[in-house]
């Protein structure tokens, strides 16, 4: 057995603390061995004492009701340092004993045998006292020995649960925080390559898991380690720190042909999964972060920046993306949002909706306005809906925000019913929330709850996530629709969907995407798109509205094409209530 860094005194406080043994309850299965220990060796006293900075620590004790002594005095604490068994054979007859707490409290004689771990760390001793001054036999120095050698195995078992994967058999992320923080006290000096291989994306796994049930995670694991141990080789430690995620440390030279390196990791592992003699297509991607071992505060923060680091490369798709400051702060920067965004809901005032007027081609009259949200983030100032209402339909958050801003507008229309002069609000939802079984029963709640009939609103969402609809969503939208709603296809263009596919929905409404307006004056092409749309569009029953407009132009092309409503700077931007009253009132004269 390899013996400790002697010197190393913190490394060797670390590995005992890693171990979290330190302050735990009493256990049987080591009480067992110092009730054997005590009478194998014919000591009344025997315990499992652990050297901690300052005391020894009885993880076991048996003939005695101490829980720990200072360290300085104890025999222990020159016990570990023992190549067998330390043995003190009378304390009053030894001079670093004899005043001890120990000898003043009666014992004369100490055994005691170190536990040493695999890795060479001496945590403490199993030990024997009495309070007669007596020697050891060579037979009782080998079962001293054994025993503590039986309470190491004990130890180790107790550690490797909760440190091994039961899936793959690797070792999980635990056991890689504990390496990485060993290996960066071994050699602060050096760099090294974190590499993350995220086996599949999130859609794909749950579609796996549907077609092929529960074997097909295990499946998908275990011969993607394979793959991976057979092209990195045997030396490379594999960590399995997700359910499809693994990750290895590499030597810091690997950078140089870690592109290479990459493509023959995405080769092995799209080759290498059957699953009951099926091939299943895999859709790899890694994350790199080079690291000086000396910067590891926290090894959690190494692998956060490499989760990082493969996301982007899923969403860039590409097949390796290397971890960058700045990727990371707009990962960390959406981090903050998604968590202050609920707050933000409850109780302040950082959420506000602005309004805007929607007029009739034909009398130049309002119809409506749209209500669209702002946040003014405490610290972070403006932050704009394009960015956080992707962050909220990626969580749950989509709920609240969405009956926050249904909440909201409704209170605000009751206000302008009571004027007499407000036709309608059009709200925009995510998808996500027509996947709410309980959707339009919710928005029937908040109308009545604000007195505003159902024919005073509509709702618009965009077409480029219809990709599929649900059953759940497509009832939504016909109970919406029976309820009176208006429903409206947003951003219409940019999606996936063809005027015969809309055909599924219940929807009455079309609004062109503002992308197709802003080019009218110059595009013949959008010209000729545009008109072409409006007329089909109108074919099939539906209204148009345009939206972004921002020219004469391209008002008086929509004019004579008869679409049907405008909404742009041209007329209005998105006003708060007060100028809306205001822009109405004008409007008028
Ligand atoms: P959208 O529903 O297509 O809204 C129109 C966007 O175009 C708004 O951006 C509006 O301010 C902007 N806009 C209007 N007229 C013009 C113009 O003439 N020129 C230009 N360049 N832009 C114009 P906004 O408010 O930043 O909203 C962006 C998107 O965020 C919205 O696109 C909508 O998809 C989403 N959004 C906004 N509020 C909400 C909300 O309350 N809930 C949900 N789920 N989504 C929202
Ligand atoms: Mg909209
Ligand atoms: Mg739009």
Redesign the pocket.
Known sequence: MQRVIIENEAARQNALRNLRLLDTAPSESFDRITRLASRLLGAPVSTISLTDNDRQWFKSRFGVDLAEIPRGEAPCSYAIYADEVFVVRDMLADDRFKDSILANAGIRFYAGAPLITRTGYALGTLCVVDDKPRTVTDDERHLLVDLAAMVMTQIEVQNTIGRIHPTSGYPNEYQFFEDLEDLARRQPERQTVGLLIELASPQQITHGLRVLGAAYAEELIRSATEAIRRTLGDEIQIYHVGPTRCLVLLDQSAIVGIEALAERLDGSLRNTLLFCGVPVNLDPVMGVYVFALSAVENPRDIMRRLFNAADDARKTGRCLALYTEMGDRAHARSFRLINDMRDALTGSADFRLLY?PVVDFASGRCTGA????RWRHKTLGDV???EF?PLAEGTALIRPL?AW?LDTAMGQLAEWVKTGRFPKIS????MRNLEESDFAETLASVLDRHGVGAGMIQI?F?ESVLVSYSARALDQLRVLKEMGVAIAI??FGTGYSGLSYLQQLPATVL?ID?SFIKSLAVSEHDQKLVHGVIAMAHDLGYRVVA????NHEAYDMLAAWNCDEA????IA??LAPVMMDEWLESAKG
């Open positions: 805007q749209e209500a669209l949200l704009g809906p394009a209402i969405t801003v709200i925009n939802i995510s618009e965009t947003d951003d609004k503002q939206e972004g407009i921002e909404q742009g700077y041209l931007p998105p």
